[in-house]
């Protein structure tokens, strides 16, 4: 069993793993700094109802909770990290401690 951990493009250990892979053989293996983040999937939606009472599809947290972001204000809002981003694709898979190499 190897200690060999998978690299980032930019050398550093990959945290990250782009779950689907890519076509043309790219490299999945992503560190913290350079994954992409801030995707559509992890956006939640506030919708008003019939009367104009803002409704949403995940209850919204409270500041206490954790932080988020407005998209746009009052109608699209995300969960942060710990370190105020955005997270990455939903497709991603996370691993603190970096994934084996095979």
Not at 18 to 25: N, Q, R
Not at 52 to 66: A, C, I, L, S, V
Not at 68 to 83: N, P, R, V, Y
Request: charged share 35%.
């Amino acid at each position: 069993m190897s200690n060999e951990k998978e690299l980032c493009d930019c050398g550093k250990v990959a945290v990250w793993c782009y779950a689907p892979g890519f076509d043309d053989d790219s490299n999945p293996y992503v560190c913290d700094d350079c994954v992409g983040r801030g995707c559509t999937c992890n956006y939640h939606y506030v919708r008003n109802d019939s009367r104009g009472h803002q409704t949403d599809n995940q209850e919204m947290p409270t500041k206490e909770d954790e932080p988020i972001k407005w998209i746009e204000e009052g109608k699209i809002w995300c969960h942060l990290d710990e370190k105020g981003r955005e997270f990455p694709c939903c497709e991603y898979d996370y691993d603190e401690n970096g994934y084996d190499k095979e």
